[in-house]
């Protein structure tokens, strides 16, 4: 049992260029998130998920994209990377929402140069 | 609209000393409320959470918050705190529905 994986760990991007963060999750949780973390800010949440097929944008989502085809995987996508995407990004995923404890990945560190 | 604010960016204490880190939560519902601590390089884990059952509420490592609706707070301490405690600890709310409002986090640092 894994719980909640992500690839990569970091990754260097050049402005506008685009890429791919994975997400995946092997506790048959239907609820994912994608958050931003950046020093002094806490978390924000970017897109979330309540199940395959359906998402929805959090506080902060221009500039990012998502889907959700399977329950397992919620794939994040950045179009055109822009210097102020430069973060670390962590993927949780829970089994309801509400009270339930949100299971976050190890995060991906993003630098934009 | 909910939100959480945690009073001190940083926190210092010695080994074998307490532990207080302050939050105070706005909500115009009863809340559910959460404490997760990073370690470094590491993801978030829960420490501990409050569903409306008893207001002190014990977590792992030795940690317990206590629930105050009249001072609209969930200060997380510990008795007596550990070199390995040292971590950055995040107070969140729940909107009860899809989502967690984190606070700014609390650098805890732990001096021998």
């Not at chain 1, 995987?73 to 949100?102: I, K, N």
């Not at chain 2, 030795?62 to 629930?67: L, R, S, T, V, W």
Request: glycine fraction near 8%; charged fraction near 15%; charge should be positive.
């Amino acid at each position: 049992n894994a719980g909640v994986t992500q690839t990569p760990k970091f990754r260097i991007l050049k402005i506008g260029q685009s890429m791919t963060l994975q997400c995946t999750q092997d506790m048959n949780h239907n609820y994912m998130y994608w958050y931003r973390q950046d020093p002094g800010m806490g978390l924000k949440l970017i897109y979330y998920s309540v199940g395959a097929g359906i998402t929805d944008k959090g506080e902060v989502p221009n500039g990012y994209n998502v889907s959700r085809s399977t329950t397992e995987d919620f794939p994040l996508r950045l179009e055109l990377a822009a210097p102020s995407q430069t973060s670390v990004y962590f993927c949780a995923s829970s089994a309801r929402a509400g009270a339930e404890t949100q299971y976050f990945g190890p995060g991906t560190r993003l630098l934009v140069l | 609209a909910q939100s959480v604010t945690q009073l001190g960016s940083h926190v210092s204490v010695s080994e074998g000393a307490l532990v207080l880190l302050r939050c105070n939560y706005s909500s115009s519902v009863p809340p559910y409320l959460f404490w997760y601590v990073q370690y470094p390089n590491q993801g978030l884990q829960l420490l501990l959470k409050y569903t409306s059952a008893a207001t002190l509420v014990k977590g792992i490592n030795g940690f317990e918050a206590e629930f105050k609706k009249s001072e609209t707070s969930f200060h997380l301490t510990k008795p007596s705190a550990h070199m390995s405690d040292a971590a950055e600890y995040f107070c969140a709310v729940s909107d009860r529905a899809d989502k967690l409002i984190f606070g700014t986090g609390t650098r805890l640092q732990v001096f021998p």
